[in-house]
């Protein structure tokens, strides 16, 4: 076979250019880091005595806060950061893997504290002006995830209810926008509502620190269906939609509901796959009936009862043996009850976030043996995933959904690459002509910038 003159095999490779930006496009979230001063705001609250790793933690912060945003999910990976001239485009020191990895081992619970009160700052800046929700209803979701580990001598790694080696961090989302609230790591084999009541208040204290003037709302998944939740929601002034558990009472209320309370709702199965009722209508997939309860007990608390039942697909095994499946909540909230289930079915959203932290803003794995170190790095994460939707959120409000991921902005944004120059005193970052989404940078570019 014949060897033409332009086959790859004759380009020449060389590591040599130390004018050359990786991931240039980070000049965005490090722009909108410094204008919302979050490596000062590091400086100010952390403070790790006399650990090892106590010098330069307003850099050493930063750097594993841009390696996620570069794709990283190790300590390793913050290597990238020090290739050509990247530091140039982030603002601050990035400092060797080695000396980060000694500076998450350095961290202890009480300065994982620290670094919620970092977070706790870093909202209220963001949400400053008119960028936050003001007056305006909020609607909180948390829920839990495993993130699975495979070392056995990770701390506080166990097994919970799905079988998995992992961690059982908390979260909190903001339900419009995909922000981070708050985040708190827990052992693996912690059950689902463990730490929730005082973790819902810290949340509550800095939405409202933040800013946030108007009305909550919680939303929840079954495994925060307790009474002690609920009831730290109404102290808090804050309203609450849960899923109720099927538990007998559940059952019984469900059972007493009249056939004609029911009102059929779209779903999402296809009109007549369900056939026609008398008046020669299709049958809907699903209908939604509501009845006042008294949740925990006689002398519990009274809520109202919203049950969805759903109709199983004709000829699956789930229809040989019922008619109908039930899905339950409890709400004090105003409004219709059609609009109000619909809404709580609007939780699952906080899937999406899930899995853009873990695919977008490094929480694929919790890389250190020491308990503490993950939970610095869950807060470090959290920290970066929030910088990524503020970058949307500031400067592409109208260009871009709220729904981007995080990899979305990756691939179009954050890893152009580019090369640094400099004339007459003027430095300048060349990026590639014809870039796809050119026009996307500049605004935002100019609108972080213009933020104050």
Not at 60 to 82: P, Q, W, Y
Not at 322 to 327: A, G, L, V
Not at 381 to 395: E, F, K, S, Y
């Amino acid at each position: 076979m014949q060897t033409s003159s332009h086959t790859l095999d004759r380009l020449g490779v060389a590591f040599d250019d130390p004018r050359l930006v990786a991931n240039a496009g980070l000049l965005l979230p490090a722009t909108l880091a410094q204008h919302l001063g979050l490596r000062e705001v590091v400086e100010e609250h952390l403070d790790l005595g006399d650990a090892p790793g106590r010098a330069n933690v307003g850099h050493k912060a930063m750097s594993v806060i841009h390696s996620m945003l570069a794709g990283g999910d190790s300590i390793d990976d913050t290597n990238v950061l020090r290739a050509g001239a990247t530091q140039r485009v982030l603002g601050h020191a990035v400092l060797a893997p080695s000396t980060l990895g000694t500076f998450l081992r350095s961290f202890t619970v009480g300065h994982v504290r620290q670094l919620d009160a970092v977070g706790r700052e870093l909202l209220r800046r963001a949400w400053g002006g008119d960028r936050g929700p003001g007056d305006r209803p909020l609607t909180i979701d948390m829920d839990s995830t495993i993130c699975q580990v495979f070392g056995l001598l990770k701390q506080g790694v166990g097994f919970g209810y799905t079988k998995v080696r992992g961690y059982h961090p908390l979260l909190a989302t903001r339900a419009d926008t995909g922000e981070v609230l708050h985040s708190r790591l827990r052992g693996g084999s912690a059950f689902t509502a463990r730490g929730a009541c005082g973790f819902l208040a810290e949340t509550f204290s800095r939405v409202r620190a933040a800013g946030a003037t108007g009305l909550l709302t919680l939303r929840a998944d079954s495994g925060f269906y307790s009474k002690a939740v609920l009831t730290t929601c109404r102290r808090a002034g804050v309203r609450f939609s849960v899923t109720a558990r099927l538990d007998k009472a559940v059952q019984r209320a469900i059972a007493a509901i009249p056939e004609e309370a029911w009102a059929p709702i779209p779903y999402w199965s296809s009109a007549g796959t369900f056939g026609e009722d008398e008046q020669g209508q299709p049958i809907s997939g699903a209908d939604v009936a509501e009845v006042p309860y008294t949740a925990f007990g006689k002398k519990g608390m009274r809520v109202r009862l919203i049950v969805r039942r759903v109709r199983p697909t004709p000829g699956s095994q789930l229809a040989l043996f019922t008619e109908f499946s039930y899905h339950a909540l409890v709400t004090d909230r105003e409004g219709t009850t059609l609009e109000l289930e619909a809404d709580h079915r609007r939780h699952a959203e906080v899937e999406a976030v899930i899995r853009d932290l873990k695919e977008g803003a490094g929480l694929a794995h919790l890389p250190s043996g020491r308990f503490a170190a993950n939970a610095a790095w869950l807060a470090f994460a959290t920290m970066a995933h929030n910088l990524a939707r503020w970058v949307v959120d500031i400067g592409l409000p109208e260009q871009l959904p709220a729904c981007t991921t995080t990899g979305r902005l990756r691939r179009c944004l954050f890893s152009v690459p580019g090369r640094r120059t400099r004339s007459a005193r003027h430095e300048t970052l060349h990026l590639p002509q014809r870039w796809p989404w050119q026009q996307l940078f500049l605004n935002a570019l100019s609108q972080i910038r213009a933020a104050t």
